[in-house]
């Protein structure tokens, strides 16, 4: 493990944030809210692209574009926090860091939180970008991306998208950095409680509050909303996964890819000893730098 990650890694240990799960509901909703208080939409005021804002279903998206015209191709891209945390300036940084490196547009919305809003809203929202950009782009143009909750939605924008009656196609790219779900099978729960004393982000006791929050009191969620592996994975080519192993969310990796087993999707799995939750998504360390890369040359083939 390189210096740089292993400072990281102690910092985040001696930070305390991973504590902050295992607060009762209404504490941890409290703390959850007055973080997002520094974290929501932005706008980087510089040249390094061009940025637009475009409304979705009355939530903001943050288009960034390398090029005064749009690109032939574009991601869908989806930052994490347990579908309760909203972006920061960091999320955006590594959103123009991929637009550079591949050329793609990127659609960055903010998707609504369950600290107030249901999670049906929330696929209702990034699947109305994800149709807007169909109709922009064209079918085979356009790919999803994500890390940890956002990985989820990587994956479940194609879920939705077979419920459908009538259907749009399938994402070109499917990458999911970390991707998570609420635990459904005891194989599951066992590897993340394994590794949860490993995980210096996220703690296993954010597993098991997380489902009442998505559901926000409705009982009638699709089931593959929140154990994203049981959704139908039909007709999606390949999906590219990226943990580290010591995360507790890598106990979701074996129903991710027995779905894909079961659908007849091409999967590969990326996958590193020792980092933190969502590495790959922090470019600023000798493992992250080159997995970042290995993630944009996938979305530019």
Not at 7 to 13: D, G, I, N, R, S
Not at 117 to 125: A, Q
Not at 260 to 276: H, L, Q
């Amino acid at each position: 493990m390189s210096i740089t990650a292993k400072l990281l890694y102690y910092a985040l240990k001696t930070s305390g944030i991973k504590k902050k799960h295992t607060l009762p509901e209404s504490a941890f909703l409290e703390q959850v809210r007055k973080m997002n208080k520094n974290r929501g939409f932005y706008v980087p005021n510089n040249k390094k692209a061009i940025y637009q804002t475009h409304e979705v279903l009355g939530h903001k998206c943050l288009i960034v574009q390398t090029k005064e015209t749009p690109a032939a191709r574009a991601i869908l891209y989806f930052f994490g926090g347990g579908m309760m945390l909203g972006p920061d300036k960091g999320d955006v940084d590594v959103v123009v860091r991929l637009a550079d490196k591949t050329g793609c547009d990127i659609w960055f919305p903010k998707y609504p939180l369950c600290t107030d809003h249901c999670i049906t809203e929330t696929y209702e929202m990034v699947y109305e970008c994800y149709k807007q950009m169909i109709g922009r782009y064209g079918a085979g143009n356009v790919s999803t991306c994500g890390f940890s909750s956002g990985g989820a939605l990587a994956i479940g924008v194609a879920a939705y998208n077979n419920a459908q009656a009538q259907k749009l196609p399938q994402p070109r790219h499917i990458v999911a950095v970390s991707p998570g779900e609420v635990p459904w099978n005891d194989a599951e729960r066992a590897v993340m409680q394994a590794n949860n004393p490993k995980d210096v982000m996220v703690d296993y006791a954010f597993m098991e509050k997380v489902e009442k929050f998505e559901r926000h009191g409705r009982d009638d969620v699709p089931d593959y909303m929140i154990h994203i592996s049981k959704g139908d994975l039909s007709g999606v080519d390949h999906i590219h996964f990226v943990y580290s192993t010591d995360e507790v969310l890598y106990g979701a990796k074996q129903n991710f890819t027995d779905a894909c087993e079961t659908y007849g999707v091409k999967y590969t799995v990326r996958e590193r000893s020792g980092m933190i939750h969502c590495y790959a998504m922090l470019p600023y360390f000798k493992e992250a730098k080159a997995d970042f890369e290995e993630i944009a040359r996938i979305l530019t083939a």
